[in-house]
């Protein structure tokens, strides 16, 4: 059993403020260790439960945050950017399910730190085939169609309740209550990774004992649709070969397949930014 445990920075515990997951601020050094600290109690706890093999993806920003001399020796470590599948490099390496640590609510959320999609200055909304998607359901969809489930999550108690909404009851460790976009009640990191860890055990646990959740798949062909805070930032995303401009701030693209729709995703923000 092998299990991918991908990690983004914003739902780590104790996080609240975009300064703490900027490497060009110092408060990011603590927030790095603690975020090495959460993705090694989802390790322990996918150990305990029986996992053979752990490869961990690191999904914020250039992916060079988690601290690989005090990763879990367990482990490989996916670091660095850009990598074909981003925030779930190894998703194609015959992974049996998939674990997100550090997620965040999709943007426009209440109640929900640092919510944002991709980029919280080009990204809007994005739609799959009309269903409203976060970075929860764009990492899901990709280990949808590599037949990955995703079985757990932690963040805060808004991001928890995005994936189940989104995958099913899959378990959850909620590390933060949050009261705002940059304020909320936060778990002690001892209290939040022992959360994360039983969470994690109890997710390997059900998946071998025969529980497995439904990847989470889309129709094909997909139909991605984004819209951005700004016309400009429209007319360069346009520029994306078969593209549709759908409305002024809104691009359209047609793919055969998830892992397509998230690189014409990836291309349109990055043309975008400009
Ligand atoms: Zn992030």
Redesign the pocket.
Known sequence: MKILIAA???GISGVVHWDQ?SSKHPEYARFRKLMTGDVNAAIRGACEAGAEEVIVAD???SGRNILIEELDPRARLNSGSPSPFAMVQGVDGGVSAAIFVGY?ARNGSKDAILDHTWSSSSVSNVWINGQAIGEIGWNAAVCGHFQVPVIMISGDQTACAEAVELLGPIETAVVKQATGRMAAECLPPEVAQRAISDAAERAVGRLRAGERPQPLRFETPLTLTLELPHSDKADRAAILPGAQRVAGRRVEIVVDDAPTAYRAFRAFVGLARE
Do not use: I, L, R, V
Request: net charge negative; charged share 25%; aromatic share 0%.
């Open positions: 983004d920075m914003e997951t999904g914020h920003g965040h």
